[in-house]
């Protein structure tokens, strides 16, 4: 886990990340999930890179807690976003 700043003193930082070569082209994808640490709540979302659709999936969870004896403790991670990777290129003419 990579902990990041939200500000120095009183101003805002700005991070960012890159994602060298995710294996975009197999079935099981690189994901960065990106959460706050506040005193309001907010869901954490999963960011990865859909080659097919040429842009950003953005997912959230559905499932935060479970039974002690559940083996999987799968958080149903679910596309909630979809971003196109060139969506706001200035067209010229």
């Known amino acids: ?3 990041l700043d939200g500000k120095a003193g009183d101003k805002p930082l700005h991070h960012s990340v890159d994602l060298s070569y995710p ?4 079935d099981e994808k ?5 959460s706050m ?5 907010a869901d954490s979302i ?8 040429d842009g950003w999936v953005i997912e959230q969870a559905a499932v935060f807690e479970w039974p002690v004896d559940d083996p999987v403790c ?5 596309e909630v976003a979809f971003v196109e990777a060139w969506g706001r290129e200035k067209k010229e003419g």
């Open 46 to 53: 999963r960011i990865s890179y859909d080659a097919d659709r």
């Open 37 to 41: 640490c506040h005193v309001r709540a």
């Open 23 to 26: 294996e975009i082209y197999q």
């Open 30 to 34: 690189t994901t960065i999930e990106i």
């Open 74 to 78: 799968d958080p149903g991670w679910a």
């Open 1 to 3: 886990m990579i902990k």
